[in-house]
C-alpha cells in the first residue's frame, strides 16, 4: 500500500505536493500490542473516529485488524460503515447513538449504538420488539461529564427494568473519563468508584471506562475492555512524563523560495514578525490550509511553531497564510537548505503534543486537522 486518494483532491504526486505525510502503520500496530500487553487479559479496542483521528480509517482499521483489534469505536455511522468494509466481522460502536428513525441502517450494516438516554434506549428497544430480534448496543453512564450518557441513579434503575433490557442485548456497560491526563485530578477516583457501583447491577456485562491516558493511571481501570484513541496515534497518554508511544505521522513542508530579508521589516500579513538583523526566510508550501493551525503563528510578541531543517530546529516567522508558512532558517549553514528541499513539521524530535502546545491546543486537534492536500504514504503495518 503506497497512497490512497484522499479528499476531494485527485491523489496528489510526491513532487508537486506542498507537504508529504507518512504514516507508519507498524508504528500504529505496535502501539496497540504494547498497550494490550499492558492491560492485560482487557481487550484492547481501537478508537478510530475522525478518520481515525486524521490517520486514514481504512488503511488503521486493516492494519490494527491484522494485528488481531476485533473491536472498534467510531462516533459516526457513516464511519461505522467505512469501518465494516475493512473489517467484515469486527465489532463496532458508535459512541454519539442513536438518532432518530436510524436503527435499521444500524442493523442493516450491524452497527452498535452507545445509548446515552432513556429515549435511545427505549427506541432501540421498540426496534428490536418490532422483530429485529435481541440487538447488541452499549450503555453510556454519566459518571461526570454531563456531557452523553445515564445518570448513575437512572442506570441503576434502568438495571432493575428487566423488560426494557430484556428487549435488546446490552453487550457493554460504559463510561468516559473527565481528566484522565492528570492522574491527580481527584474525579478520576470518584469516576472510577461510581462506576464500579453501576457495573456491578449489569451481572455479565462486559465493563469499559478506561481511553489512552486511563490506562496509564496508578488505579488501572481496564475493566474488561480498554478504548485507547490517541496513544495509538503515537500522542503521549502520560503528559507529565516521557512519551511511551512510538510516533506515527511524520509531516513534512517543501521549501519553495528562499530569500534574505534585511535589518528591521517585516515578514507575512501585517507585519508582526520584524527581522532581527539580516534574516534568511525560508516559504513552505504549507498553511493553516492544510490544517496546520494559525495559533501557530510566530510574532514579536509569542513565539509559534517550528520546523526542522537539516537538524536545525527553526521558529515560525510571522502569520502562517493559508497556503504557505514563513520559517527564520538563519541558523541552518546557508548551503544547508535549497528550493525544493522539504523540512519536518511533524517528526524529528518534534512531537505532534509539542506541535499541539505550540499552536496553543492539545495534538489531539493537529491529528484531526492534518491536511487533505498532502502527498500521503503509508508504510505497512507488515515488512
Ligand atoms: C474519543 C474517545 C475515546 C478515545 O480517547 P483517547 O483519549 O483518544 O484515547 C474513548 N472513549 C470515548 C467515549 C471517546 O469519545
Not at 504549507?286 to 494559525?294: H, I, K, P, S, T
Request: aromatic share 6%.
Amino acid at each position: 500500500m503506497t497512497s490512497a486518494a484522499h479528499g476531494p483532491c485527485p491523489a496528489v504526486g510526491e513532487d508537486e505536493a506542498g507537504g508529504l505525510l507518512t504514516i507508519d502503520l507498524a508504528a500504529l500496530v505496535a502501539n496497540w500490542r504494547a498497550l494490550a500487553a499492558r492491560v492485560g487479559s482487557a481487550e484492547t479496542a481501537a478508537v478510530v473516529k475522525a478518520d481515525a483521528y486524521g490517520i486514514g480509517i481504512e488503511q488503521a482499521v486493516s492494519a490494527l485488524y491484522g494485528a488481531g483489534c476485533r473491536t472498534f469505536f467510531v462516533a459516526h455511522p457513516v464511519e461505522g460503515r467505512r469501518v465494516r468494509a475493512a473489517a467484515p466481522d469486527a465489532v463496532i460502536y458508535v459512541l454519539n447513538g442513536l438518532l432518530p428513525g436510524t436503527a435499521a441502517a444500524y442493523r442493516a450494516h450491524d452497527l452498535r449504538p452507545v445509548l446515552g438516554s432513556l429515549e435511545e434506549i427505549e427506541e432501540w428497544a421498540a426496534f428490536c420488539r418490532a422483530g429485529a430480534g435481541r440487538l447488541p448496543a452499549a450503555l453510556h453512564v454519566d459518571t461526570g461529564m454531563n456531557r452523553l450518557g445515564l445518570r448513575v441513579e437512572a442506570a441503576v434503575q434502568l438495571a432493575e427494568n428487566t423488560e426494557l433490557l430484556g428487549a435488546f442485548t446490552p453487550s457493554l456497560v460504559m463510561s468516559h473519563l473527565v481528566s484522565a491526563e492528570e492522574p491527580d485530578d481527584p474525579i478520576n477516583a470518584r469516576q472510577i468508584a461510581a462506576f464500579s457501583h453501576v457495573r456491578e447491577r449489569f451481572a455479565g456485562v462486559p465493563a469499559s471506562l478506561a481511553n489512552s491516558s486511563g490506562i496509564f493511571l496508578p488505579q488501572a481501570p481496564h475493566f474488561d475492555l480498554v478504548r485507547p484513541g490517541y496513544a495509538l496515534y503515537g500522542g503521549n497518554p502520560t503528559p507529565e512524563r516521557a512519551n511511551p508511544m512510538r510516533p506515527v505521522v511524520q509531516l513534512e513542508a517543501r521549501v519553495i523560495q528562499l530569500r534574505w530579508t534585511p535589518d528591521g521589516e517585516t515578514v507575512g500579513y501585517n507585519g508582526h514578525w520584524t527581522a532581527q538583523g539580516r534574516r534568511r526566510i525560508a516559504t513552505l508550501s504549507v498553511g493553516y490550509a492544510d490544517g496546520y493551525l494559525r495559533t501557530a503563528s510566530g510574532t514579536n510578541l509569542k513565539a509559534g511553531g517550528e520546523a526542522v531543517v537539516a537538524g536545525v530546529r527553526c521558529p515560525f516567522a510571522g502569520r502562517i497564510s493559508m497556503d504557505l508558512i514563513t520559517l527564520d532558517v538563519s541558523a541552518v549553514p546557508e548551503g544547508a537548505i535549497q528550493r525544493g528541499d522539504k523540512v519536518t513539521l511533524i517528526g524529528n524530535g518534534l512531537t505532534i503534543d509539542e506541535v499541539g502546545k505550540r499552536a496553543g491546543t492539545i495534538g489531539y486537534e493537529i491529528l484531526t486537522s492534518l491536511g487533505r492536500r498532502y502527498h500521503r504514504r503509508y508504510l505497512p503495518a507488515t515488512v
